[in-house]
C-alpha cells in the first residue's frame, strides 16, 4: 500500500512543496555519503526515507 496515495495523481509542483521544499538539517561525512535530519512535524517523514532509500539503491543492471 502506498505511503500518501495522494501524491500519486500529484503534480510535479504539488511533490516539489510537499517533499523537497522542507527544512532540514544536511550535513556530508564523506562524498558518498549525506545525512539528512528532518524535523518531528514533518507527515511525510515515512514516504521521504522511502524515496531516499529507493534512489540511493544500486541499478540494477541487465544481461541484455
Partial sequence: AP?????GRAQFDTLR???????????SSSSRRVLVRL???FPLAALFRQLAQTLAAPPVLSSA
Avoid at 505511503?3 to 501524491?7: I, K, N, V, Y
Fill in 3 to 7: 505511503l500518501a496515495p495522494r501524491l
Fill in 17 to 27: 512543496l510537499s517533499l523537497l521544499k522542507v527544512a532540514a538539517i544536511v550535513s
Fill in 39 to 41: 524535523p518531528h512535524a
